[in-house]
């Protein structure tokens, strides 16, 4: 059991990965004003990075919290919540397409007394409503970077784009055109499977607390907000700002694009991807230090804790 949730060749190559990808960053930005730029680091503003961070993590926690009391599910407390959804971040880190996650996180949760299709439901329903806070800052994100200011830049804004769109576009038709769903899919296996989505979405429409569902969502929004200063403060404290508008544009941006990625947790392509989003609007003997300071508080920091929590729950089975 602990030896196939912690896959020891996928952690390996995964961190292998990241400090591959680290190092090539490194070698192709920095120079000696690289170094001296580091002098003058803002240690104030890296702290309040953290404390963004922070924010971020106990507004997702909530954000799972209230989505379960909106069901009248009292027994998932906020430490329970940070503990799963950061378990979740290891394992998508470590698995290609980040799907290795869900059926440890349904364990934890099984470890409060509830039963498989309720913790099903329940994380569903996170999903939901992240992917639908990402779509609406995606859409409003669009004001504020258009036209872009490079092709690469406008790649990543179609993408970006189609993929939260064309997520939710086959959603509603899940939800409102079940036939037609039935007349395009024939395999009785993932009819199944989707139509268990569908009921779980009507299920959180219908019965739940509509006053806990929204604030769910507000600490949903809460949550993007706080990630999205994170990109804002961290260029503060290298002494290259950022807007604030253009920070949480191109953050949204990467989230939107990133929801899917072959390798794992998206090493290398959200590298790649930050520093040509980043690029036109940093000093460029920063840009590199820019990109793993902000990839390490928007990803890898959560990675470890989870990596953390993983391995402590592992100790008690």
Not at 223 to 242: A, E, G, M
Request: glycine share 8%; with cysteine.
């Amino acid at each position: 059991m602990k030896q196939t949730i912690l896959n020891k060749r996928n952690i390996v190559f995964s961190v292998s990965l990241v400090i591959i990808v680290l190092l090539i960053i490194l070698l192709k930005t920095t120079t000696t004003q690289t170094l001296d730029a580091l002098k003058k680091i803002k240690i104030g503003y890296l702290f309040l990075t953290f404390l963004a961070w922070i924010l971020y993590i106990i507004f997702d926690g909530l954000r799972f919290t209230l989505a379960s009391l909106s069901i009248g599910e009292k027994r998932l407390d906020l430490l329970t919540a940070i503990k799963v959804i950061t378990i979740g971040i290891f394992l998508a880190a470590v698995s290609p397409f980040q799907v290795a996650g869900l059926p440890v996180q349904i364990l934890l949760l099984n470890k409060k007394k509830m039963g498989v299709g309720k913790s099903t439901a329940l994380l569903a329903a996170r999903g939901f409503i992240g992917y639908s806070t990402i779509l609406i800052a995606v859409l409003i994100s669009l004001k504020y970077i258009w036209p872009p200011p490079s092709g690469i830049v406008k790649g990543v804004i179609i993408y970006a784009t189609t993929i939260v769109v064309g997520l939710f576009t086959l959603v509603s038709i899940l939800v409102f055109i079940p036939n037609l769903v039935k007349k395009i899919i024939k395999s009785q296996k993932i009819l199944n499977e989707l139509f268990s989505l569908r009921d779980t979405i009507i299920f959180f429409v219908k019965g739940s607390d509509k006053k806990l569902l929204l604030l769910a969502y507000l600490a949903s929004f809460a949550s993007q907000l706080s990630i999205c200063l994170i990109p804002f403060l961290t260029s503060l404290s290298l002494n290259s700002p950022i807007s604030f508008p253009k920070a949480f544009s191109f953050q949204a941006l990467i989230q939107g694009g990133l929801l899917w990625t072959p390798t794992p947790g998206g090493t290398g392509l959200a590298e790649g991807v930050g520093f040509f989003m980043f690029k036109e609007l940093m000093d460029q003997n920063i840009i590199g230090i820019f990109v793993i300071v902000w990839r390490f508080f928007t990803h890898h920091f959560a990675s470890i804790i989870g990596g953390v929590f993983l391995i402590r729950e592992l100790r008690k089975l």
